[in-house]
């Protein structure tokens, strides 16, 4: 049995919700999938209900929002993993909160899949304590659990900042903040975030709150290693310009690193749509116009899988792009996409001019990566072991260093490691080729349960699926 509807989201996000809400309100049949068990995504990410009876609702706004799409009659199917795309191009292949196959169909597509945090491998990323920020944001905020007791938080982003600010809040003591970028300091490309005094004034308050804390933060600097037994213990930091060159070592119980982050495109690869590798990130960014139009008439694309901006700019794209389904789907003249996206995409652009780009970081940070460091966690593969294969059998090939290596075959599918193999095969491959900035899209692009594809081959054949 296939579910139609008018439009399918998936992503419940503020992306999604603001479309499906938009979407619904002008009388179209709509669902929305995701597969975390409550609305939201990351940013308002729901907290436990035992979490909220003691601390409060940390963005209201986000359960208000909900609660305007499920009045406005929007199917929520939460707890729904999309994993796949069916033979026709057009029907999604699901897995129900219960492991059973679910296949949806809707005459026009909105993928609103959100975006994941970027890595960038170091000794030590593999010790218990050493996470992602968006983690320790997400413990902190959601659940009101501090990652640690003394942290250092390090990468590149402004994101940093305020994990930092909710990590004081709950009595942790940040240690320092490691951007391996320049951003704060004055100079002329600083001067166009003038014309953004409400990001300004946050910034300010991000500011004030770490000086208050004596929160040091090292410019121009970048994680060598990570330290410890059962859990992390130190952590060594280096000039990002001489990345091989130890300068101070922190005592520490958690350290919490991220370059920022990636779109995730699986679903948009999946079905066709046009991407291009963005020469500043390395990633592979869906190729759309202002109002989330892919190069598919049924698909669009909207919040961060089109492009990093933050959720004020997601939020925008959603409707946006609800504003044009529903122009072609009912026939209305769609209205231009808003001012407001555009001035929030020069904001986005002027964020990503302040700090070093992705793509120039690995660069840099590559080369000194010690050969057994891991640069695949989850099947244990080392950087050595990925550039002696890229230079080898694979000849620069990433797909063919992936089949030698295993590298991002593991549960996250190189959603962790993707970004530093695919550099590793660049620096180590014997001749100049072109740039593959991901692994490419499969079926299933999440793990699902076997007993899931049985099922789904059951019903194809038309007999009952195992027990």
């Known amino acids: 049995m296939i579910v139609e509807r008018d439009v399918l989201v998936v992503g419940g996000g503020p992306a999604g919700l603001t479309a499906a809400l938009r979407l619904a309100q002008a009388g179209l049949t709509v669902t929305v999938l995701d597969e975390q068990a409550e609305l939201g995504g990351q940013y308002y990410r729901r907290p436990a209900p035992e979490v909220a009876a003691l601390w409060g609702d940390h963005r209201p706004e986000g359960r208000r929002l909900v609660e305007r799409v499920r009045a406005a009659g929007v199917e929520c199917r939460t707890g729904h993993l999309v994993w796949g795309v069916a033979d026709d191009g057009r029907t999604l292949l699901a897995a129900d909160p219960a492991g059973r196959p679910v296949r949806l169909r809707g005459r026009h597509l909105l993928l609103a899949t959100g975006a994941y945090e970027r890595a960038i491998p170091f000794p030590g990323w593999q010790l218990p304590g050493v996470t992602t920020p968006g983690f320790a944001q997400h413990l902190a905020a959601a659940d009101h659990t501090p990652i640690g007791d003394r942290v250092v938080l390090a990468g590149s982003g402004p994101f940093l900042l305020p994990v930092a600010c909710t990590l004081l809040a709950l009595g942790v003591r940040v240690a320092g903040i490691a951007e391996a970028g320049t951003p704060y300091r004055a100079g002329l490309r600083a001067l166009g975030a003038v014309r953004h005094p409400a990001r300004l004034r946050e910034l300010a308050g991000y500011g004030a709150r770490l000086a208050r804390a004596r929160v040091p933060i ?206 590793l095969v660049r620096e180590a491959a014997p001749a100049p080729a072109a740039a593959t900035p991901v692994f490419p899209a499969r079926t299933p692009v999440r793990p699902v349960e076997i007993a899931t594809l049985l099922d789904l081959a059951a019903e194809d054949a038309g007999t009952d699926g195992p027990a």
Request: with cysteine; hydrophobic share 45%.
């Open 218 to 423: 090292w410019q121009g600097t970048v994680v060598l290693r990570a330290d410890g037994g059962d859990r992390v213990s130190a952590v060594t930091l280096a000039a990002t310009a001489r990345p091989a060159v130890p300068v101070r070592t922190v005592e520490v119980d958690a350290l919490c690193v991220g370059y920022g982050f990636r779109p995730q495109t699986d679903l948009v690869r999946l079905l066709g749509c046009a991407v291009r590798a963005d020469a500043a990130t390395g990633d592979a960014v869906p190729v759309t116009d202002p109002a989330g139009r892919t190069s598919r008439e049924d698909v669009h694309v909207a919040g961060e899988a089109a492009g990093i901006g933050g959720v004020h700019l997601a939020t925008a794209r959603g409707r946006a792009a609800a504003d044009d389904i529903l122009a072609r789907l009912t026939g209305r003249p769609a209205p231009r996409p808003a001012r407001r996206i555009r001035r929030l995409a020069r904001f986005a652009a002027l964020t990503e001019a302040l700090y070093p780009s992705p793509a120039d970081l690995l660069a840099t940070l590559l080369p000194a990566l010690p050969e057994h460091t891991m640069a695949c966690r989850c099947e244990a593969v080392t950087a050595g072991e990925v550039r002696a294969v890229a230079a080898g059998p694979a000849a620069g090939d990433l797909n063919a260093t992936k089949a030698w290596t295993r590298a991002g075959m593991g549960p996250c599918q190189g959603r962790a490691c993707g970004f530093a193999v695919a550099g």
